[in-house]
């Protein structure tokens, strides 16, 4: 049972919006910053989003981060059939001295 | 451009013992907190291991503490993860991770591409 909760599973289709949500608590989301990382199939993770809404460089700006109290959510505009893949939160958790991370959200392009 | 090579990972019996490395090139390895990062076939990803940048501090998860080790050598720009009594549930590939700078605040950043271990 991952820290962070995430739906296993999110759908849309090309040039569509989808939103994918990640809920924590008070040690972690709620006062520290929310990170996300995609996986593509078969790689290793890539940080697609750090300190709630910042996207590293090189990251389009159909991405795009958020945080509300313990939940953050990420937003994928002009959804385009390569954004299929698998979606992770990951935050610092003050309680358990350590990172956690969500389940993550496959991303299905219909 | 930031480059983390992982080797070691194999095939072990229950109980047994394993040492992961990961060799750093193309950034200042000492300035910056290095993680291991795990994920089972099929799973999510599992955060193992943090050392600061110059090695004073380690945490771990609860899963691994006891009996995991994490260490770096910053003249050889290595990390290591010395694995022992081995689980069945420790198999997963193991990814050496750069942190984004050099404490446990700074989140899990640059990623290798896994080496895995089979507990068996």
Redesign the interface.
């Known amino acids: 049972q991952s820290v962070l909760t995430q739906p296993p599973s999110v759908s849309g289709t090309p040039g569509q919006r989808v939103t994918f949500s990640c809920s924590g608590s008070s040690s972690n989301i709620g006062s520290k910053y929310v990170y996300w990382y995609q996986q593509l199939p078969g790689t290793a993770p890539k940080l697609l989003m750090y300190r709630d809404n910042q996207r590293p460089s090189g990251v389009p700006d159909r991405f795009s981060g958020s945080k509300s109290g313990t939940s953050a959510s990420l937003a994928i505009s002009g959804l385009r059939s390569d954004d299929e893949a698998d979606y992770y939160c990951a935050s610092w958790d003050d309680s358990l001295r350590g990172w956690v991370f969500g389940g993550g959200t496959k991303l299905t392009v219909l | 451009q930031v480059q983390l090579e992982e080797s070691g990972g194999a095939v072990a019996l229950p109980g047994t013992s394993l040492r992961l490395s990961c060799a750093a090139s193309g950034f200042s390895f000492s300035r910056f907190a290095m993680?291991w990062?795990r994920q089972a076939p099929g799973k999510?990803?599992?955060?193992v291991a943090?050392i600061s940048y110059d090695g004073s501090k380690k945490?771990?998860?609860?899963s691994v503490r006891g009996r995991f080790t994490i260490s770096r050598d910053n003249s050889e720009n290595s990390l290591f993860l010395q694995m022992n009594s081995l689980r069945l549930e420790d198999t997963a590939v193991y990814?050496c991770v750069r942190g984004?700078g050099p404490t446990?605040?700074y989140?899990?950043?640059?990623?290798?591409?896994?080496t895995l271990v089979a507990v068996s």
Not at chain 2, 59 to 62: G, M, P
Not at chain 2, 107 to 114: R, T
Request: charged share 25%; hydrophobic share 35%; with cysteine.
């Open positions: 993680h990062v999510g990803l599992e955060w943090l945490l771990y998860a609860d990814f984004d446990e605040y989140c899990p950043d640059k990623w290798g591409q896994g």
